[in-house]
Each structure stands twice: as structure tokens, then as C-alpha cells.
């Protein structure tokens, strides 16, 4: 019995390094590619996730009307930003999502479950594409120092940043979590997990930051604080993000979005703590070139 619980990890395991290969590799590809690489790869991702969550709520109860709009939202959304306007569809597609699927919802008499389902997916939306974007956004800040990798440095010190977290708040979480943080949310989510996570990220922070930011073009001093307060927000929002996704697979009885990453679930696994730790990002990004 304990033989077969052990190969069986260890299958799971080899699965899982070879579906974070495939990221990695994917990744590489759309950063070659530069802005229209990553907006691929976060349209795709997007698609996928909503994907994954209609499948959580039941394509029936979604209806197919608000499943047509939902999915055309994402090409006309990444369609806008391949243009140019990210700074107009920033400030606007919040409204315009939240208009758009309660009228046509409202419009179409799809009464039945409304405030339930419009909500969900006005929030699946907001959280699989304009969150998501974020991490495209921070690449177009005009005031950014360029870094050696362009402005794609800092899309992928926030991508880094965030995955590691997360790999460093499980593997500290397994190793010596026994503090529960959210037991009705996340019973394997620890308080030793959460503080290892942030200890990891913040150190990783420090140490990219003069490779893929422009942090300590300002001074060492300034550039050291900016780089730790990245880490340790891109640490707790990522957490966050988590515990979000959490919530709703406990609300959905399941234990995992999806199968399409072998040994680690669906895309919306994967994406999740990006999902908050993206626009936290962005923000205080954004603030530390108005206060410079």
C-alpha cells in the first residue's frame, strides 16, 4: 500500500515538473515574440480559464447567449491593447464588461439564476482578463528605464516573482506547515507556508531586481526598498489569489479547475495568484514613477 501511494507521488511529481517545463517553454516563446507574444499568451490563458470556470458553474446555467459574449470579449479586449490602447481600455472595460453582460443577460430575457450568473461572470471576466492584463500593462508604462530585457524584464520579474511563490509557499507549507491560515477555504494553506513564501519571494526580489527592473537606477537605497516591497506584495496578493480560487473550488465541491496541466490542474491553478498579484504590481509600479 505504501509502495503504491509512493510510486504514485512520485508519478505525480514527475508530471508536474514536466507541465511547469511546458510553461516555461511557452513563456520563452511569447517573450521572444515581445508584446504581441505575451498578449497571445494571456488571451489564451484568459479563453482557458473562463473556460474552466463555466465548466465550475454548468454550461447549462450559464446559457449559451452569455457564453458567446463572454468568450468575444477576450479577442476584442487583447485586439484594443495590440493597437495601442491599453491606456483607454484600462480606464473603460471595467464599466463596459459590467454593462455589457447584464444588458444583453437582461435584454435576452435569461431571468432565471440573473443576479448569480451575471455576477459570476462579470467577476470571472474581471479576474481572467482585466486582471490577467496586467501583467501586459506594467510593459507599457512609457516613463519605465528601459532594463537590459526591455520592458518585458518587468513582466517577467513579476511572472518569476509569482510562480516561485507559490512553489515556495507549498513546499514550506508541506515541509513544516502546522499553523491552519484558512481551514474552511484551504486546509493545506499554512502560516508557515505563507511566511516561507514571502521570505523566498522578497529575497528573489532583491536579487532580479538589477537585471529585470530599472529599481536601482534611482539610487541602491531606493531601488532596495522598492524591490522588497514587490516582493512581499506580488508574495501576499499571489496568496491571495490563491485562496480566492480556493473559495471557489470549495464552493464547487472539486478539487482541482481542470486537467489540462498534468500533475498540477487546470490553467486557472496556474493563473490564479497572477490574477491579484498582476495589477498590485502594476500599481505600485505605477506610483513609484509618480513619486520619483
Known amino acids: 500500500m505504501l509502495k503504491g501511494q509512493c510510486d504514485e507521488r512520485t508519478n505525480l511529481h514527475f508530471k508536474s515538473v514536466r507541465s511547469w517545463w511546458i ?9 521572444l515574440f515581445g508584446h504581441i507574444g505575451v498578449l497571445i499568451l494571456l488571451a489564451v490563458a484568459g479563453i482557458l480559464s473562463l ?22 470579449i477576450v479577442p476584442i479586449y487583447y485586439s484594443l491593447l495590440a493597437c495601442g490602447f491599453a491606456e483607454q481600455v484600462r480606464s473603460m472595460a471595467p464599466v463596459a464588461i459590467m454593462i455589457l453582460l447584464g444588458a444583453v443577460r437582461a435584454w435576452l430575457g435569461l431571468v432565471e439564476g440573473f443576479v448569480r450568473v451575471t455576477a459570476a461572470m462579470i467577476w470571472s471576466a474581471m479576474l481572467f482578463v482585466y486582471c490577467l492584463s496586467h501583467a501586459y500593462f506594467v510593459m507599457t508604462l512609457s516613463d519605465l528605464q528601459v532594463t537590459w530585457a526591455g520592458n518585458a524584464g518587468w ?16 513546499i514550506v507549507g508541506r515541509s513544516i506547515g502546522r499553523t491552519k491560515i484558512a481551514p474552511l477555504t484551504s486546509p493545506n494553506k499554512s502560516l508557515e507556508g505563507f511566511l516561507g513564501g514571502i521570505a523566498v519571494t522578497t529575497v ?38 490563491d485562496l480566492n ?48
Request: glycine share 10%; hydrophobic share 50%.
Open 245 to 292: 480560487k480556493s473559495g471557489i473550488k470549495r464552493d464547487a465541491g472539486i478539487k482541482d479547475s481542470g486537467t489540462m496541466l498534468p500533475g498540477q490542474g487546470g490553467i486557472m491553478d496556474r493563473v490564479d495568484s497572477l490574477t491579484f498579484s498582476a495589477p498590485v504590481f502594476f500599481y505600485l509600479v505605477q506610483f513609484s514613477i509618480q513619486v520619483r
Open 51 to 72: 473556460k474552466e470556470f463555466i465548466q465550475i458553474l454548468g454550461w447549462k446555467s450559464v446559457g449559451n447567449p452569455t457564453i458567446c459574449v463572454v468568450f468575444a
Open 204 to 241: 528573489l526580489a532583491i536579487l532580479l531586481a538589477p537585471w529585470l527592473t530599472s529599481y536601482m537606477h534611482q539610487s541602491w537605497s531606493t531601488g532596495t526598498i522598492l524591490s522588497l516591497v514587490s516582493g512581499l506584495l506580488i508574495a501576499t496578493s499571489g496568496f491571495l489569489g
Open 155 to 170: 513582466f517577467l520579474y513579476l511572472i518569476v516573482l509569482t510562480e516561485t511563490n507559490d512553489i515556495a509557499q507549498a
Open 23 to 31: 510553461l516555461a517553454i511557452l513563456l520563452s516563446v511569447a517573450l
